[in-house]
């Protein structure tokens, strides 16, 4: 499975921004994580086949998580972005059963004034 993100770039905190994200091959549940400097890696938030969402508390409220089956793409729509919002954003996804992890390369998200 490939995942090829899209979007990321430089913004004003308040701002809005949009990641996209498309898959080669079958997947599961789709979704993005982050990784700020100095900091782990850490979910974002994840989307199920039958759309069930599961958000980070810190972005409940200024994210939006949507996928298109057919296409196999994910989008994440970023509201209100705060400066603690900086980090390298990573796709993710799962195979249809769960047993692999899938991961695209990262792009970078700044929110600065």
């Known amino acids: 499975v490939q995942l090829q993100a899209f979007g990321g770039g430089l913004v004003q905190p308040g701002g809005f921004l949009s990641l996209s994200c498309a898959a080669l091959g079958s997947i599961g549940i789709m979704g993005w994580y982050r990784q700020a400097p100095g900091k782990q890696r850490e979910l974002v938030a994840t989307i199920a086949r039958g759309g069930g969402t599961n958000y980070a508390d810190s972005v409940k409220g200024r994210f939006t998580i949507t996928r298109d089956n057919a296409k196999k793409t994910v989008l994440l729509q970023m509201n209100s972005l705060k400066f603690e919002d900086t980090a390298v954003y990573y796709c993710?996804?799962?195979?249809?059963?769960?047993?692999?992890?899938?991961w695209g390369q990262g792009t970078l998200v700044t929110v600065s004034s």
């Open positions: 993710y996804a799962t195979s249809p059963w769960g047993a692999h992890e899938y």
